[in-house]
Structure formats: C-alpha cells, structure tokens
C-alpha cells in the first residue's frame, strides 16, 4: 500500500510558477507510475502529467505541456510538478496518485491510490 501526501499549493498571480510535491509512504514507490491530475470546482477530474517508474518516460495534457515538468526522486519516495506561467484556468485541487500500469495514467479510474489534494489558486 501506498500513502501520498501533496505540498506546495497556493495563492499566486498569473504568470507566477509553482512546484508540488508529492511524498510517499513505502518500499515500493519506485514500482509505481506516477501522475498528477486536477480537479476545478464543478468539473471532472482531469490528467495533467504522469512519469514513468524509473522517470525516463512522461506524458503532458496538451493544456500544460511547455509550462509544466513532472520529475521523480525515489531515493525520497518523492514525486513533484513543476508549474511556470501560470494562468488562471489552472485554479484546481492537484491530485497526486500512483499506478502501476501506463496504459492507464489518462484515466482517473486507472490510480490504485490518492493523495489528498492541494488546492491551487490562480489569480488574473
């Protein structure tokens, strides 16, 4: 079992960066695929990033991808997501997860377990 605990999230102006973290509990972080979603109020949850077990392999949403970079340490079980110019339709609760299969990363449904979420705001 894995536990995930995000940090990082706050009140920033548009244009201002941001890095989430995302610590896991466990031996076995460095056998899990990792991602990140977002949930905006009165929307689903959405794909943002995710990278690979051994952090050789990402994928971006087309919304985030240039502005965003998702990298990994497993010596610290850590997990984080670089964010630069943010805009204000990136206001969202950031959900870390974890799963073990790459086919899956796209799907909110494909994550075996769930951070709490941090919320991030974007002002214009």
């Known amino acids: 079992q894995v536990q995930l605990v995000e940090s990082g999230g706050g009140l920033v102006q548009a244009g201002d960066s941001l890095r989430l973290s995302c610590a896991a509990s466990?031996?076995?972080?460095?056998?899990?695929?990792m991602g990140w979603l977002r949930q905006a109020p009165g929307k689903e949850r959405e794909f943002v990033a995710a990278?690979?077990?051994?952090?050789?392999?990402?994928k971006y949403d087309e919304s985030v991808k240039g502005r965003f970079t998702i990298s990994r340490d497993n010596a610290k079980n850590t997990v984080y997501l670089q964010m630069f110019t943010l805009k204000p339709e990136d206001t969202a609760v950031y959900y870390c997860?974890?799963?073990?299969?790459?086919?899956?990363?796209?799907?909110?449904?494909?994550?075996?377990?769930w951070g709490q979420g941090t919320q991030v705001t974007v002002s214009s």
């Open positions: 990278i690979s077990q051994n952090g050789d392999s990402t």
């Open positions: 466990g031996r076995t972080f460095s056998t899990y695929v």
């Open positions: 997860a974890a799963t073990q299969s790459w086919y899956a990363i796209m799907y909110s449904g494909g994550y075996d377990y």
